[in-house]
Structures are given as structure tokens and as C-alpha cells.
């Protein structure tokens, strides 16, 4: 990319802002946005799409995250036959798949049981300490309180607590 700062992202044109997007931040939704006649390994491959990796190498980068997730084992199965905790884990290794710096979490917990919330964050914590930036927008005071810094928004202002 031309601009060296984010600073200057609104210069960008379309394909970069495209790339920066693809390249350096990672989605994970409450509902898991997984598409549903790909199987697993076929979801945490979609970013890969637009890289000139070679098939071999994107297969080997979606089955290591999978593995490191502890779903390596789902690879073939499709979002159907998965449980809410393996949704999560699909979409949280789709994130992080192209090397995401920055993982933008909007109720990443918001579907799953207690249980499942806790590894979630477990793991999403995990990421943080290894050099990931986790904003993560929740109304669930448990998962909040994962966050070092949190902020809430009271009428239209966001204040730190």
C-alpha cells in the first residue's frame, strides 16, 4: 500500500482498503457467519482466497489453526453438524487465518452456553497475550470483564470504566 499510516486510511482506494481489511483484521460475529455448504476446513479457507498461495499452503495453514483450536478433527463437517463452542472456533480461526493483527469481536460469546463462553474467552485471551488487539463489543458484564480497558456508551459518548 501506497500510505504508510492508518492515519490516512480514508486516501485509500477501494482494492486497498480491501486488502487491509483481508490482511490485518479479523471478524468474529455472534452468529458465526459461516457459510453453510462449506465445510469447516472451506470456511477458515475463504480469506485465503485472495492470496497467491498455493492450495497445499492454504490447506496447511487452515489445518494448523484447526488443530491449534481443537477442531482439526471437524474439518469436513459443515456448520450444521457442528456445535455453537464449534462454530465459534471455525469463525475465530477464519479470523485469524491471514495473520490478523487486529480481531474485532462483536458478541463472540453471545451464542454459547456458559461453558463454552469461558473457553472462548480462554482462548481470545490466550491470542491477546501472544500480540493480538481483541476489541470486543459484548453486553454481557461476564465476558467485559476478560477486557482490560473497557469502555461503555452512555448517550452516545463511550466512557472508560
Do not use: W
Not at 486510511?9 to 481489511?21: D, M
Not at 479457507?45 to 494448523?64: D, N, Q, V
Amino acid at each position: 500500500m501506497k500510505h504508510k499510516s492508518l492515519l490516512a486510511f480514508y486516501k485509500f482506494s477501494v482494492t486497498e482498503k480491501a486488502k487491509l481489511r483481508n490482511e490485518k483484521f479479523g471478524f468474529v460475529v455472534q452468529d458465526f457467519a459461516l457459510i453453510s455448504h462449506y465445510s469447516a476446513l472451506k470456511n477458515v479457507m475463504l480469506p485465503l482466497e485472495y492470496t497467491k498461495l498455493s492450495k497445499k499452503e492454504k490447506i496447511e495453514r487452515a489445518m494448523k489453526l484447526m488443530e491449534r483450536l481443537g477442531i482439526v478433527h471437524r474439518a469436513k463437517a459443515v456448520p450444521a453438524k457442528l456445535s455453537g463452542g464449534q462454530k465459534q472456533r471455525v469463525a475465530i480461526a477464519r479470523a485469524l487465518v491471514n495473520h490478523a493483527d487486529i480481531l474485532l469481536c462483536d458478541e463472540p460469546t453471545g451464542a454459547l452456553d456458559s461453558k463454552t463462553t469461558e473457553d472462548i474467552m480462554a482462548l481470545l485471551m490466550e491470542l491477546n497475550r501472544e500480540g493480538k488487539t481483541l476489541v470486543i463489543v459484548t453486553h454481557d458484564e461476564k465476558v467485559a470483564k476478560y477486557c482490560k480497558k473497557q469502555y461503555v456508551m452512555n448517550d452516545g459518548k463511550f466512557v472508560q470504566v
